[in-house]
């Protein structure tokens, strides 16, 4: 008989930053990148928020792959991604991405005083679900959660959500063209959100599903409510 089986096993995980670990950053974001992304070309996204006392931790998903359809070899040309997690014995990956986020949370606080400093998780499209489950599961502790091109999670409780939301700031960031989205589904989820008595607030800008540099800065531009930057 086929018996499934699990054990755990060390992983090597990347990620890039912006800006320099220290007791004086008093602003920190993590982004988590979408699906078939890397972190090292997500980062660049965030070049246009960085500053003094700012520190941006962009993690990569722990399974990278080949984006072309193509048979045969992959070349050294070929393009490739990472994705958080797949259908595929899905709840270890969760687990996994949780525990690995953890921990590079407790790397990063090594350096910076995280009671002087304010917490942004920012989870672009698939990785707005990895941002979601982390922030309500795992030992992050955040101030706000930035679900970009994505709503919550599937999973998500919604009614332990009402909670957790009060002391997390929500937001939902889309393009008005985004092809994973219409004015109708973002309307029935408001109205899903306001049933549960979720706090939450919308953003929206010109484009489709991408980040947009003019709302990015605008929403690292907002004062923290430990202190501007």
Same mark, same amino acid.
């Given at each position: 008989?086929?018996?499934?089986?699990?054990i755990?096993?060390?992983k090597t995980a990347?990620?890039?930053t912006?800006?320099?670990?220290?007791?004086?950053?008093?602003?920190?974001?993590?982004?988590?990148?979408?699906?078939?992304?890397?972190?090292?070309e997500?980062?660049?996204?965030?070049?246009?928020?960085?500053?003094?006392?700012?520190?941006?931790?962009?993690?990569?998903?722990?399974? *990278?792959?080949?984006l072309s359809?193509?048979?045969?070899?992959? =070349?050294?040309?070929?393009?490739?991604?990472?994705?958080w997690?797949?259908?595929?014995?899905?709840q270890?990956?969760?687990?996994d991405?949780?525990?690995y986020?953890d921990?590079?949370?407790?790397?990063v606080? *090594?350096?910076?005083?995280?009671?002087?400093?304010?917490?942004?998780v920012?989870?672009?499209?698939?990785?707005?679900?990895?941002?979601?489950?982390?922030?309500? =599961?795992?030992?992050?502790?955040?101030?706000r959660?930035?679900?970009?091109?994505?709503?919550?999670?599937?999973?998500?409780d919604?009614?332990?959500a009402?909670?957790f939301?009060?002391?997390?700031?929500?937001?939902?960031?889309?393009?008005?063209?985004?092809r994973?989205?219409?004015? =109708?589904m973002?309307?029935?989820?408001?109205?899903?959100?306001?049933?549960?008595?979720?706090p939450y607030r919308?953003?929206?800008?010109?484009g489709?599903?991408?980040m947009?540099?003019?709302?990015?800065?605008?929403?690292?531009?907002?004062?923290?409510?430990?202190?501007?930057?």
């Open positions: 008989m086929v018996e499934k089986r699990h755990a096993v060390r990347r990620y890039y912006l800006g320099e670990p220290s007791p004086a950053v008093r602003d920190v974001w993590f982004a988590c990148h979408g699906y078939g992304q890397l972190a090292s997500f980062a660049k996204e965030f070049e246009c928020i960085e500053a003094p006392g700012r520190l941006i931790v962009v993690p990569e998903a722990l399974s *990278r792959f080949y359809d193509s048979e045969g070899f992959h =070349g050294p040309d070929a393009r490739i991604g990472a994705t997690m797949t259908r595929e014995d899905r270890s990956e969760i687990s991405y949780v525990a986020l921990d590079l949370y407790d790397e606080f *090594r350096s910076v005083d995280r009671d002087a400093a304010r917490v942004s920012l989870g672009f499209s698939q990785g707005g679900a990895t941002a979601n489950r982390w922030v309500t =599961g795992g030992r992050a502790r955040a101030d959660l930035l679900m970009w091109g994505c709503l919550l999670a599937s999973d998500s919604l009614n332990h009402a909670a939301f009060r002391d997390v700031e929500l937001s939902i960031i889309y393009g008005t063209r985004d994973f989205a219409d004015t =109708g973002i309307a029935d989820y408001e109205k899903l959100l306001r049933e549960k008595s979720i919308l953003e929206t800008f010109e489709g599903h991408r947009d540099r003019d709302t990015l800065r605008r929403l690292a531009s907002e004062q923290s409510p430990r202190g501007s930057l």
